[in-house]
């Protein structure tokens, strides 16, 4: 399912059919007599959109009701399944610093919105801020240790 392929100084690591299985962290690490350096990257697989909705249908609506997006005439009569339009970024920051992970959200009605850290569904507090303008949807990581490091969703 995995393989690796070296064309000229181009390396590769192609995952044929990517599940939950093979999400995670996957590091390149080049090496020669005068040292070494490593690059990494997150593989996120994203569920098919049915199952999305299905899943977002099962989940626990937020206990606050979130703030609809101004709305033109022409859209009220429009229903559109909730997409992330600009989806969450990886983060990489000092450590006492402020991380801010941020998405934008479209849908009709307007989504309610879930945040998770390695799995588990997190609340807005003085350490982890949820808020919200408009379609931008953002986790303020008031000063990030060691503990908030992970996958965030």
Same mark, same amino acid.
């Not at 997150?42 to 899943?55: F, K």
């Given at each position: 399912?995995?393989?690796?392929?070296?064309?000229?100084?181009?390396?590769?690591?192609?995952?044929?059919?990517?599940?939950?299985?093979?999400?995670?962290?996957?590091?390149?690490?080049?090496?020669?007599?005068?040292?070494?350096?490593?690059?990494?990257?997150?593989?996120?697989?994203?569920?098919?959109?049915?199952?999305?909705?299905?899943?977002?249908?099962?989940?626990?609506?937020?206990?606050?009701?979130?703030?609809?997006?101004?709305?033109?005439?022409?859209?009220?009569? =429009?229903?559109?399944?909730?997409?992330?339009?600009?989806?969450?970024?990886?983060?990489?920051?000092?450590?006492?610093?402020?991380?801010?992970?941020?998405?934008?959200?479209?849908?009709?009605?307007?989504?309610?919105?879930?945040?998770?850290?390695?799995?588990?569904?997190?609340?807005?507090?003085?350490? =982890?801020?949820?808020?919200?303008? =408009?379609?931008?949807?953002?986790?303020?990581? =008031?000063?990030?240790?060691?503990?908030?490091?992970?996958?965030?969703?």
């Amino acid at each position: 399912n995995v393989r690796i392929f070296q064309e000229g100084g181009r390396h590769s690591l192609v995952v044929n059919h990517v599940s939950s299985d093979t999400e995670g962290f996957y590091t390149a690490i080049a090496q020669n007599i005068h040292g070494k350096s490593e690059s990494t990257a997150e593989l996120y697989v994203q569920e098919p959109r049915a199952a999305i909705a299905s899943h977002m249908a099962k989940l626990e609506k937020m206990p606050s009701i979130p703030e609809e997006p101004e709305m033109l005439e022409n859209e009220s009569e =429009r229903r559109t399944m909730p997409d992330f339009v600009k989806p969450l970024a990886d983060v990489e920051v000092i450590e006492g610093k402020e991380a801010v992970l941020k998405c934008k959200v479209e849908g009709l009605p307007y989504p309610a919105i879930s945040w998770y850290h390695n799995g588990k569904r997190i609340e807005s507090s003085e350490e =982890r801020k949820m808020t919200q303008y =408009r379609d931008v949807h953002n986790l303020v990581i =008031r000063s990030a240790c060691h503990a908030h490091s992970g996958v965030y969703k």
